[in-house]
């Protein structure tokens, strides 16, 4: 099916554990973003990409790893979770610059 | 600091009558804003936007103010339906930053049936 998918949906980790939250586009948007969503603080932007190969950070982008050697996957790794980065995650994507974005269903993530 | 914000968490509207969701901007240079509906356990979707040439737009219910002396901008929705009952999300983005858009808190619409 056409769109786009993250995965898990929702996961539980340790504290210091690497996880890996995966993003998925189908429709060759060249834009592709990730949002943690916490209370109090609507939706956060933790790093961006224009184009495969391309990435740069958001607002909040301590703690975080991404990569996208292609241009429809697009991960985000926490190298060492903390309880901090206990959130809900929406990966989303759009087709060009200052164009309206395309959210994924979330990945709720809890960090014990 | 946010630099987009919802001061109202929380809307209770009767059926049929008028939603109006607000949002606030501080940095004047935000040239491109948008509206999403946020069901739950569901990603946002997109509603509505409005550029900084113009004050309003409108779709169908929903209408979009822009009002860049004040930095405010609205969101009617005429008539509330049950289905409206979401949360409420502005963004706005600034183009020399390209796609970085900041969101606000959110507003929980309820509407009464």
């Known amino acids: 099916d056409a769109g786009i998918t993250q995965s898990p949906r929702y996961k539980i980790t340790e504290t210091g554990r690497q996880v890996t939250l995966m993003c998925h586009q189908t429709?060759?948007?060249?834009?592709m973003f990730w949002y943690r969503q916490d209370l109090g603080h609507g939706l956060r932007l933790i790093y961006y990409?224009?184009?495969?190969?391309?990435?740069d950070k958001g607002e909040v982008p301590d703690g975080y790893v991404v990569s996208r050697s292609k241009t429809e996957n697009f991960p985000l790794t926490l190298e060492s979770a903390t309880r901090s980065q206990t959130s809900v995650y929406f990966c989303?994507?759009?087709?060009?610059?200052?164009?309206?974005?395309?959210f994924g269903s979330g990945t709720q993530l809890s960090v014990l | 600091d946010q630099q987009v914000k919802q001061n109202s968490p929380s809307l209770s509207v009767q059926e049929g009558r008028i939603s109006i969701l607000n949002c606030d901007y501080t940095n004047s240079m935000f040239d491109y804003f948008l509206w999403y509906k946020k069901y739950p356990a569901e990603g946002p979707t997109f509603l509505i936007s409005i550029s900084s040439i113009k004050d309003k737009n409108e779709d169908g219910r929903f209408t979009v103010f822009l009002n860049k002396s004040a930095k405010h901008l609205s969101l009617h929705i005429v008539p509330s339906q049950p289905g409206d009952s979401a949360v409420y999300f502005c963004a706005a983005s600034l183009l020399t930053t390209g796609n970085q858009f900041y969101f606000g808190t959110g507003t929980s619409l309820t509407v009464i049936p």
């Open positions: 990409s224009a184009a495969a190969d391309i990435t």
């Open positions: 989303a994507s759009s087709p060009g610059r200052d164009e309206k974005l395309f």
């Open positions: 429709w060759s948007h060249s834009y």
